[in-house]
């Protein structure tokens, strides 16, 4: 295994917005460098740590927490920890950023992947924003639900208007820069 | 950090029994040795990923698969982690065993911490028997819960009749002998 620092790569964005895109592409880059890395997926997570949870903003504030301490128990362990849920709520990524660094053992970037609802009702990959639209999905971010824009985000990937290549090199050089992996 | 491989150390047995003591007594020895551990303790993990479940048989069964599928996560980046909860169910260690030999990326090393009921219920540390056996306490394992022991454990540690110290060594002499750590 190369060296390398073990951090919390945490993507936020509504459904649709390209975060498990954007994490598989870095997911495989970081494989191809020889980290170690591990993708938390939201539906994965969901089901191994918190089935049973609803979508209300208490049961996805736990599941998102529970994604958090799994991310700094692995970031601790020189592990590049990378999570794809969507974490709407601004408190609680703020809560898991300020743990991570309280800790003082990994670093804590968050990545917003970005665009705008329209666009995303237009693409509707899985055809959601529809049923959203028509009443159908209760508690669907963006639609039903509050989705939190992060006010400092340490990275901005356009997804909308920009390619999955641009917003991986954007997020890769970041990383350089903060000394969190090499080039 | 001393290279060594990533398993998990899987402790079993009943309230009192010395699991604990010997995971922190493991965690140590792995610590001095530079390597990477990782201790899931029960009352731990229960707030961190299990908060709202009850001891009833289905929702032990789902903190203990937690458990279990952190533990993977961890092992298969190369740490060793050690879960200490009493986890009474022969069936669900059995399945977390054998979905890390089928993932094959780390061993499952099952250690029995064993003492009659008789002892735990002489010493009784934290007073839990005596309340268990008033019947104050519902789904106390050992008293108005089952345990089952491990049919064929890797290591057995006779806590009532061995030091901690004696229990410390078999458990370490086996790893060494399974080319899990060096001497």
Redesign the interface.
């Known amino acids: 295994?190369t060296e390398h620092r073990g951090f919390i790569l945490w993507f936020t964005g509504m459904s649709g917005a390209g975060k498990s895109t954007l994490a598989s592409a870095l997911e495989d880059e970081f494989k191809r460098k020889g980290y170690?890395v591990?993708l938390l997926d939201g539906d994965e997570v969901r089901t191994?740590?918190s089935?049973g949870l609803s979508f209300s903003k208490e049961d996805r504030d736990?599941n998102v927490?529970?994604i958090g301490?799994?991310a700094r128990?692995?970031a601790?362990?020189?592990?590049i920890a990378i999570s794809a849920a969507i974490s709407p709520y601004r408190e609680v990524r703020d809560e898991i950023r300020a743990l991570t660094e309280k800790e003082g053992s990994a670093a804590f970037v968050e990545v917003y992947a970005e665009a705008p609802i329209e666009a995303l009702v237009a693409r509707d990959v899985k055809g959601l924003y529809k049923k959203a639209l028509a009443g159908e999905i209760a508690h669907f971010t963006g639609v039903s639900d509050p989705y939190e824009p992060p006010l400092h985000p340490d990275v901005v990937a356009h997804t909308s208007t920009e390619s999955v290549e641009t917003s991986v090199k954007r997020i890769l050089h970041y990383l350089i820069e903060k000394r969190l992996i090499t080039e």
């Open positions: 295994m170690r591990e191994h740590l089935k736990t927490r529970r301490w799994v128990t692995l601790k362990h020189g592990v």
